[in-house]
């Protein structure tokens, strides 16, 4: 019955997104008050909607309801909880589920949050909402049913992906999608805009709590996932330009360059056209990963669908959405006004150099992600990997991060060379400073010696704007901008150490030999077996000495009945100054085991950044939101006085 009850709850909600979009053309072709009304309570029950029909199928996965196909495929009775549960959306109907009830929710919130938006231009947002969730209200009951069921149910399923069993898929997933889903709003904003010809500031300070919020879940997102794959996937690293992990990159990119050109239009009334039209092509980006990740067109862990039929689906989608969207831009291009000008050496200056540099990073990626896959369809095989990513890439993330230590320090509308230059001595210095006692001390590469050199400016550069400030006083987004700026320094450090300074060693070692890697001084102390809830496992017990402290560790290999595979899982020790990685591999017929041990210096601060660059956008969304209620107290206030 709970099956029947999530598919009658996805079909309401798709009768009642066909029906907002109606209403939501009725109400702005004729400007009749009835349908303009309906809208909102119409969007509202939608979200409840798509909310009960993601409970209808956590249910039935935590109820092992074996007559449900998807059910059958990828969960099993003896799973713990946490993997039911999360193995809802472990697969590919049920994460397009996840998508379409956080779509759905998204669209209930503007209906109820926003009051800012002139009527007019609300309507059309929520009908562009509509819209898009009708799309994939589409998609899964006609080629994707998360609630099909099957005539002869088994005793049990044929369980979920072993590399998926982790804790991280409670929020991974999750954290992306509200990312990607905050994003579609953007995108109905945008669209809600160009048509009733309303494209100014408050258009943009409507919009931007929504590109901050997606942001900072898509960073999450992406930290969480990378910080996953490190541990979960036994291979010692962190980002492999694979196409899945570039689908979510993209629309990070796209939203960046996105949220600092709104924050123009909202503040400075410029760059109108440019912040519509990167609202569309981040959502772009976002449906483009969707259809990487969904059509089956790769083989991934990620990767569910393996039919051609939905992917085809997904693309139709897709050059819907996107053509659409296009077409309107450019058929509106021209009722766009220009907004207020100013100088090239000025703030808005340096966020237009700043989102021009991530959009040539973002080019980048998509040609490296697509290249490939188109020239398979030609026949050709090839691969593009780190080596082209660091090449192109890396100069480029390079130059943004100095035009990240110089934007904050301009001042709006029109600076001064000179004065500039001044204000930087400081970024300046500790660039050169840590260049110096790198080259001296322990020198690394070109491009980590530039990539620390260049944090060190950076995190120096991000502070300057507190200084002389009453920091109690401060305003929250200031705040937010330095946090974030300084997150993207810390980041930088760790990805350029862990490129620069980390050690493998890879040996067969018998009980009791001692292996060297970095610091540590590693001894198999010997081998057991052990089991869990649904596998067992030979479990290696490490000692790892460094100076007169020992740690222990423990790698194992991993078997699992349901379905039959293997895996690493590796054992990781964090001290102040790096990790210690080991994995534990195969025994040899000499009756050495094969281990393999990585020593990767200060690689924590890669994710450190990562949680300093969400909390910087969170706390820039809290200090908005603040001062608009205040504002909006103020003029209450006024009002009644």
């Not at 074996?66 to 549960?85: D, G, R, T």
């Not at 509308?413 to 500039?420: E, K, Q, T, V």
């Not at 620390?452 to 929250?476: D, E, Q, Y």
């Not at 290696?540 to 000495?545: C, S, V």
């Amino acid at each position: 019955m709970t099956a029947e009850i999530g598919l009658a709850a996805l079909w309401l909600a798709a009768a009642l997104a066909a029906l907002q979009l109606v209403m939501a053309a009725l109400g702005l072709a004729r400007g009749q008050p009835e349908p303009v009304a309906a809208v909102r309570p119409i969007a509202i029950v939608q979200g409840a909607l798509a909310a009960i029909t993601m409970i209808a199928l956590i249910a039935l996965f935590l109820a092992s309801d074996m007559s449900v196909k998807l059910v059958v495929e990828n969960s099993h009775s003896a799973k713990p909880w946490i993997y039911k549960f999360a193995g809802a959306w472990g697969n590919h109907e049920g994460s397009m589920l996840l998508w379409v009830t956080i779509l759905g929710l998204a669209g209930g919130a503007v209906a109820i949050l926003e009051r800012r938006l002139p009527e007019r231009t609300l309507i059309a947002t929520l009908g562009a909402q509509a819209g898009i969730a009708l799309g994939f209200y589409a998609f899964l009951l006609f080629a994707s049913n998360p609630f099909a069921r099957i005539s002869h149910a088994p005793p049990n399923g044929l369980g979920l992906n072993p590399l998926l069993q982790d804790p991280g898929l409670a929020f991974h997933p999750p954290t992306l999608y509200i990312g990607y889903v905050g994003i579609s709003v953007a995108f109905s904003f945008a669209v809600g805009a160009l048509i009733t010809r309303d494209v100014g500031p408050a258009f943009a300070r409507a919009m931007r709590p929504w590109v901050l919020a997606s942001w900072v879940f898509l960073t999450l997102g992406i930290t969480a996932g990378s910080y996953w794959a490190y541990y979960e996937l036994g291979w010692g690293g962190w980002w492999f330009w694979d196409p899945v992990e570039n689908a979510s990159l993209m629309p990070w990119l796209a939203a960046t360059a996105l949220l600092h050109s709104v924050t123009v239009l909202a503040t400075r009334d410029g760059l109108r056209a440019w912040t519509v039209m990167l609202a569309v092509v981040a959502f772009s980006m976002s449906m483009i990963g969707t259809f990487l990740v969904r059509s089956g067109i790769l083989t991934s862990v990620h990767a569910f669908a393996v039919d051609p039929e939905r992917g085809a689906f997904i693309l139709a989608l897709l050059l819907i959405y996107i053509g659409g969207a296009l077409a309107l831009f450019a058929a509106r291009i021209g009722t766009v006004r220009a907004g207020n000008t100013f100088e090239f050496v000025s703030r808005e200056g340096g966020l237009v150099i700043n989102n021009l540099l991530l959009s040539v990073i973002l080019g980048i990626v998509l040609i490296g992600t697509l290249y490939p896959l188109v020239a398979a369809s030609f026949g050709v095989q090839l691969s593009v990997g780190p080596p082209f990513f660091n090449k192109a890439a890396g100069p480029i993330a390079l130059a943004l991060v100095v035009a990240m230590a110089v934007g904050p320090l301009l001042r709006w509308r029109r600076d001064d060379a000179g004065a500039l230059l001044d204000r930087l001595i400081w970024p300046i210095a500790a660039t050169g400073f840590t260049g110096a006692a790198l080259v001296v001390l322990a020198p690394p590469g070109v491009l980590p010696l530039l990539g620390i050199s260049l944090a060190a400016g950076l995190a120096v550069a991000s502070i300057l704007p507190l200084i002389g400030r009453n920091l109690l006083r401060t305003p929250l987004f200031t705040w937010g901008m330095v946090v974030a700026h300084l997150g993207i320094a810390v980041s930088l450090v760790g990805m350029a150490c862990d490129s620069a300074y980390t050690a493998e060693t890879l040996i067969a070692a018998r009980v009791g030999q001692p292996v060297r890697v970095g610091p540590y001084v590693v001894r198999l102390a010997g081998i057991k077996p052990v089991v869990g809830d649904n596998w067992s496992a030979l479990e290696a017990r490490l000692t790892a000495t460094r100076d007169d402290d020992t740690i222990v560790l423990r790698p194992q290999s991993r078997f699992f009945t349901d379905p039959v595979t293997a895996t690493s899982e590796s054992a990781i020790a964090t001290e102040w100054d790096g990790q210690l990685y080991t994995v534990l591999g195969q025994a040899d017929e000499q009756g050495r085991w094969q281990l393999r041990l990585w020593w990767k210096p200060f690689v924590t601060l890669i994710w450190l950044g990562g949680v300093l660059i969400a909390l910087g956008g969170a706390l820039s969304l809290i200090g908005r939101w603040r001062r608009e209620r205040r504002e909006r107290r103020v003029v209450v206030q006024e009002r009644y006085a």
